[in-house]
């Protein structure tokens, strides 16, 4: 179409002329088995995941990830443990059927069959009712899953003594932190006698408790010394009653300045 000079008009007949109010369309046709995306769906979808961050948000301020020290290759009585989320795969082959000459069936088979079955849920009851009643296969899949994960969870923190295991492994606070004189005659005493254990600097390992912030008298330092205490057998310090007095009075300084 020409009009003017030099000025033409194209138009397409894939878009239509007349515009059409945004409103969603009207499915008053299929009552309970669909519904608009926006802006019903997608509503729902955005209050449910709000409750959910928020209360995730709250669990983790209340109760903070338990932070252990650094790995000790040295300690063959220390057992790893998996994080939380793992755990009921990490009990699952304590069982019989899971573990020794059947191992593959708990690493591999098991899960394997669990997953896949809950990703071939919804394939498996493709009813058009969207109420728990009328889809028995999918949301029983779903229950038997969540059980599962919360008794081996439950069952698998239960014997872990977390008190201790915090207590062992927990790392020295940033507070508590200070600067290790390594040019101080106890220190080569230390290095010799206790590193092995409790850090290059003092900061406990995976078998010993840091000695940053302990709440001892140097008589009680000397003792535990010669004579240990807990896990910590008698007889670890080797040296002479001037070399313990020595380690005695490095240790104690290097508490007196995390004070």
């Known amino acids: 179409m020409h009009k003017g000079k030099g000025m033409k008009f194209v138009g397409d007949s894939r878009i239509s002329a007349e515009r059409k109010p945004n409103i969603p369309k009207d499915y008053s046709e299929y009552p309970g088995r669909t519904e608009a995306f926006w802006p019903n769906f997608l509503l729902k979808e955005w209050l449910a995941g709000s409750v959910f961050l928020v209360g995730f948000l709250s669990l983790t301020l209340a109760h903070p990830s338990p932070l252990e020290g650094m790995a000790d290759p040295t300690n063959a009585s220390y057992i790893p443990l998996p994080d939380w989320y793992f755990l009921f795969l990490y009990e699952l082959l304590k069982y019989d059927f899971a573990s020794g000459p059947y191992v593959l069936l708990g690493i591999i088979i098991i899960p394997g069959l669990a997953f896949g079955g809950l990703l071939l849920a919804p394939f498996l009851d493709n009813g058009p009712g969207r109420r728990p009643h009328k889809r028995p296969v ?40 200070v600067e290790i004189n390594k040019e101080d005659p106890g220190y080569a005493i230390y290095k010799s006698n206790c590193m092995s254990c409790h850090g290059e600097d003092l900061q406990g390992g995976s078998a010993a408790p840091p000695l940053v912030g302990i709440d001892r008298s140097a ?39 995390a004070k």
């Open 138 to 177: 999918a949301v029983g899949m779903m229950l038997l899953a969540l059980v599962s994960c919360i008794w081996l969870t439950y069952e698998s923190a239960s014997h872990v003594n977390w008190e201790k295991r915090a207590e062992v492994n927990q790392p020295i606070p940033p507070s508590q932190q």
């Open 219 to 257: 008589d009680e330092v000397a003792k535990i010394a010669q004579n240990g205490t807990g896990q910590m057998p008698p007889g670890m310090f080797k040296g002479s009653d001037k070399e313990l007095e020595k380690l005695v009075k490095f240790i104690m300084s290097v508490n007196k300045d």
